[in-house]
């Protein structure tokens, strides 16, 4: 078994034990329903996004991608890819596989920080449970302070990696990557 599975299983069998001491086999059943109702409704997702992930694989060519860097390549780039991660829908469990799916179409590592960076600290869907929830004022403020941390971050790992793109920041142990052979 893999070790996240164990990690989950474990807190799963002692959850589903101190319910069965408080309210017995119905409040076990109780919770088995609320997982299945949600098992469900997740699984329309994810099956949803890796038809995106798919579509988006065979859309978007090593070609596209190229062009597309050499127009917004930089600071455009970077600004681009926070913003594109900030209006991204879903969770990890979406876009992560979403960004997976530039594997091999030689994306620059700066952008899929820019991109990772973007999506968990601006996440625009979540501004107006914000407002509602906390205060409009407070959600401005919280969206100002942090508006600058993806492109820093963005620019610092343009800096730190330059012209790296994600399969050679990824390589397995033992594979030998030739852009570091033209970069020494």
Same mark, same amino acid.
Do not use: C
């Given at each position: 078994?893999?070790?996240?599975?164990?990690i989950i299983l474990i807190p799963t069998v002692i959850f589903t034990m101190i319910?069965?001491?408080?309210?017995?086999?119905?409040?076990? +059943?109780?919770? &088995?329903?609320?997982?299945?109702?949600?098992?469900?409704? +997740?699984?329309?997702?994810? !099956?949803?996004?890796?038809?995106?992930?798919?579509?988006?694989?065979?859309?978007?060519?090593?070609?596209?991608? =190229?062009?597309?860097?050499?127009?917004? +390549?930089?600071?455009?780039?970077?600004?681009?890819?926070?913003?594109?991660?900030?209006?991204?829908?879903?969770?990890?469990?979406?876009?992560?596989?979403?960004? @997976?799916?530039?594997?091999?179409?030689?994306?620059?590592?700066?952008?899929?920080?820019?991109?990772? &960076?973007?999506?968990?600290?601006?996440?625009? +869907?979540?501004?107006?449970?914000?407002?509602?929830?906390?205060?409009?004022?407070?959600? !401005?403020? @919280?969206?100002?302070?942090?508006?600058?941390?993806?492109?820093?971050?963005?620019?610092?790992?343009?800096?730190?990696?330059? =012209?790296?793109?994600?399969?050679?920041?990824?390589?397995?142990?033992?594979? =030998?990557?030739?852009?570091?052979?033209?970069?020494?």
């Amino acid at each position: 078994m893999k070790k996240s599975l164990i990690i989950i299983l474990i807190p799963t069998v002692i959850f589903t034990m101190i319910a069965f001491m408080v309210g017995g086999s119905s409040l076990v +059943s109780e919770g &088995f329903n609320i997982s299945i109702h949600i098992g469900i409704q +997740s699984a329309m997702m994810l !099956l949803a996004s890796f038809v995106l992930v798919g579509q988006i694989q065979v859309l978007i060519t090593k070609e596209i991608i =190229n062009k597309w860097l050499q127009r917004f +390549s930089g600071l455009k780039g970077i600004i681009i890819g926070a913003i594109a991660g900030g209006l991204f829908p879903g969770g990890p469990y979406i876009y992560y596989p979403f960004i @997976r799916g530039f594997e091999g179409k030689g994306l620059p590592f700066y952008i899929l920080v820019t991109f990772i &960076f973007g999506k968990g600290v601006y996440d625009f +869907s979540r501004i107006p449970m914000e407002m509602s929830l906390i205060d409009s004022r407070i959600t !401005l403020i @919280r969206n100002l302070i942090t508006l600058p941390i993806p492109i820093i971050v963005g620019m610092l790992a343009k800096r730190v990696y330059q =012209n790296r793109t994600i399969e050679n920041i990824f390589l397995k142990a033992g594979e =030998n990557d030739v852009s570091d052979d033209r970069d020494s």
